[in-house]
């Protein structure tokens, strides 16, 4: 018998598959996925690899075969499964098998089972009170206070007695050795979910709620398998209709993965969940440690969880019997992953979902273009939620013209209107959120007199600030020289905005000293539990504003909040990124989402320098697929996606001239090798940060219609990078599709 085995080496020339004759003590103990040590090289290194296969005959000479030596220490077996999804992934986004592979593995290794000592008294009560009168007799102090501890309770806890008793362990194995009590450890498993379930109130729902629940249960007891789309508003109650979704394939004794984009909305998703499922739910997230990891794990595989929150890595819970993907808020860039390979989490979940007949549901208020254009395709089911669950109505939106506001010589981060309805709000005791859109900040210029942008000529996206003075296009290079005045009206009020979460904050305070205000960024939920303490306080109603960035404006659901501010909507607008005017969209229409959820009626401030932007238009409207149709031709026009694929090819060398050179002959070849036409290659041209801790960067892009035409030009790039030895010291990385520029 021969085993399939990949080394444990991230090397390129490494990643193939190597043969080696299994052992005979070991035949029938091995199975795909296991972890074993192997011989490797000349000198016979003792490596670690993967079983990805097994075969009775040998492609070489079995003279030259090498042994396995042993199955390697503290693994878990990978299931084929997600061997399957690994060679996928390899292939459809680039990297390295054993890349792949360690994205899939959800634990690395063993941890060390956690364990509570117990010990048990055995003799009755009457053999101990004489055998206590006999050790103080003798003043055998030590055995006296165990005892009386175990006359007092059965049975006590082992670290209290040798912390607090002072009692050594040589003493409680004496008493063990002569039948007066026994120690016994007990398993804990280390769980991440503290929330106890609460009172369920019973839940009634809407007739579209009903109609998108009933539709994805005929479809899943019938045993049809697809991807489901619950397009619904703010506030439509999404969250119940996946629960409900949940619970069809639970009692048919499956499992469900519920991605979220973000941990920071772990907490209150969590206490949803555990109201419904009880602690059958569990999370998985960076933040566990890896103890709770494990434990989690472990628990996943034996079947004693139904459903796992948590980011895009919680995708790769081995279940043995997964049955539903939900993806909530499935727009968020925050599902492609920026390590290789650079999966998507939406296309990773359809894969495993038809690997294991599951079923995904993918859920927003503003759907991502590729997923509204597979529904437009019939690829998808589409499900409507058009009202609100609770009756109420949307967000009132009032945009604000920034530049009058100068004209009317307020320089201030808060517009009067703004200012003047937090006021209303704080006399109210309502409470205010105020988002600062700094999301994919890149350092666009844009004039505070009339709105001014400058842009590239020739890629209709917003050029970049550069050191020296220079304004560059991330994607074609063209530059220019930073104006210092603006080219439209030649006011002297061009620049960057720069304001953090900081300085808002201590504007806020010094406005409004009355006011009890929370900051919510990167800085203050650093700590394990910082997303909770800090959601948990606004929730309770500890503070009257929340300011915060985008990590503010996603899921969360606070009945007292009536007003919420957007605090300069172009700076994602003109980013250098063809999905700019997506991503402002979505975040207004998120943002003015969180108002109003409760029994009072909700407004929304979007301050802007754009106020006829198409995309700030829509979303003062709150009409997606107004805005859907005018992106979706301007994606068609400039051929991106999804009207057309892209695949980004990101080089990066210590060495600039060597970059220079490899990025030339890589785009040659790609020239000389495309398929037709049809296919357009653009750059190499710098990323927004060309160089960083000395090394330099480059990306080549490559557009074609056909996605399989780009995965095939990516595995001819990968034949000629390998058989040339001046890309050794190039790192390459294939994106496809990317959701932001680099």
């Not at 999966?343 to 294991?356: D, G, I, N, V």
Request: hydrophobic letters at 35%.
């Amino acid at each position: 018998m021969y085993a399939q085995i990949i080394i444990d080496i991230t090397h390129e020339k490494l990643d193939r598959i190597f043969e080696y004759r299994v052992p005979e003590e070991l035949e029938g103990q091995l199975i795909i996925g296991d972890g074993v040590i192997v011989p490797f090289g000349k000198g016979n290194a003792r490596r670690k690899g993967y079983i990805v296969g097994f075969a009775d005959d040998c492609r070489y000479d079995p003279a030259k075969i090498k042994e396995i030596l042993e199955r390697a220490p503290h693994t878990m077996a990978v299931e084929e499964t997600f061997l399957s999804l690994a060679a996928w992934m390899r292939e459809h986004y680039g990297g390295t098998m054993i890349q792949a592979l360690k994205t899939v593995l959800p634990i690395k290794k063993k941890e060390k089972k956690k364990e509570k000592k117990i010990v048990r008294r055995l003799i009755s009560e009457e053999e101990g009170k004489t055998l206590l009168e006999s050790f103080l007799r003798k003043n055998q102090r030590a055995r006296a206070r165990l005892l009386a501890a175990l006359l007092e309770d059965e049975e006590v806890d082992y670290t209290w007695i040798t912390k607090k008793l002072n009692i050594t362990s040589p003493v409680i194995r004496a008493l063990e050795e002569k039948g007066v009590l026994e120690v016994s450890a007990e398993r804990i498993i280390r769980n991440p979910v503290r929330h106890k379930p609460a009172e369920l109130k019973e839940l009634t729902f809407t007739p579209e709620q009903e109609n998108a629940i009933s539709h994805f249960r005929k479809d899943y007891e019938s045993g049809k398998r697809g991807t489901y789309l619950v397009y619904g508003v703010t506030g439509s109650g999404k969250t119940e209709v996946y629960m409900e979704m949940i619970r069809t394939v639970t009692k048919a004794g499956k499992q469900a993965v519920v991605l979220i984009p973000e941990i920071a909305l772990t907490y209150q998703t969590v206490i949803r969940f555990v109201r419904n499922f009880g602690d059958r739910v569990s999370i998985m997230n960076s933040r566990l440690s890896k103890g709770e990891r494990y434990d989690q794990t472990e628990r996943a595989k034996a079947g004693k969880i139904d459903v796992v929150i948590g980011p895009r890595s919680a995708l790769f819970t081995p279940f043995p019997d997964l049955g539903l993907i939900v993806i909530d808020e499935e727009h968020e860039t925050t599902y492609k992953s920026e390590q290789m390979p650079r999966y998507h989490a939406r296309e990773t979940a359809e894969k495993l979902a038809q690997l294991c007949g599951a079923s995904v549901v993918l859920g927003s208020a503003t759907p991502s273009m590729e997923a509204f254009d597979r529904c437009r395709k019939g690829k998808y089911t589409l499900l409507r939620l058009r009202k609100r669950a609770g009756s109420q109505s949307m967000a009132n939106v009032t945009t604000v013209d920034m530049r009058k506001e100068l004209k009317n010589g307020n320089r201030s981060i808060l517009s009067d209107c703004l200012s003047q309805k937090i006021k209303e709000r704080l006399l109210k005791r309502q409470q205010v959120m105020l988002f600062l859109n700094r999301r994919g900040f890149a350092g666009f210029l844009s004039c505070r007199s009339c709105g001014y942008v400058v842009k590239c000529p020739h890629c209709d996206v917003s050029l970049s600030w550069h050191k020296g003075n220079r304004m560059v296009c991330h994607y074609c290079g063209h530059e220019e020289p930073v104006p210092t005045v603006c080219p439209a009206c030649g006011s002297r009020h061009i620049g960057a905005f720069k304001a953090g979460t900081q300085q808002v904050e201590d504007m806020v305070k010094k406005a409004f000293p009355e006011a009890r205000v929370l900051r919510m960024d990167m800085d203050t939920t650093r700590e394990k539990e910082g997303y909770e303490k800090i959601l948990s306080s606004f929730s309770n109603q500890e503070a009257d504003i929340l300011i915060g960035t985008q990590m503010i404006v996603k899921g969360h659901d606070f009945p007292n909040v009536t007003l919420v501010g957007v605090l300069a909507a172009d700076m994602s607008l003109y980013t250098s990124d063809y999905r700019a005017a997506e991503r402002t969209f979505s975040l207004l229409c998120q943002a003015a989402g969180r108002a109003g959820r409760g029994s009072e009626p909700g407004e929304a401030v979007i301050q802007t320098y754009s106020p006829d932007h198409y995309s700030i238009r829509a979303a003062a409207k709150q009409d997606y697929e107004t805005f859907f149709e005018e992106e979706m031709r301007y994606r068609e026009l400039m051929g991106y996606p999804p009207a057309e694929h892209l695949m980004a090819v990101l080089m990066s060398s210590e060495d600039g001239a060597l970059l220079e050179k490899g990025g030339y002959y890589l785009k040659m070849f790609t020239e000389k090798t495309k398929h037709n036409d049809k296919m357009e290659i653009i750059g190499p041209a710098s990323p927004p940060i060309g160089k960083i801790k000395d090394v330099y960067r480059k990306v080549l892009y490559v557009k074609h219609p056909d996605y399989e035409v780009l995965v095939k030009t990516k595995n001819k790039m990968e034949q000629y990078i390998e058989v040339n030895a001046g890309f050794s010291k190039i790192r390459i990385q294939f994106d496809f599709d990317p959701v932001q520029s680099f």
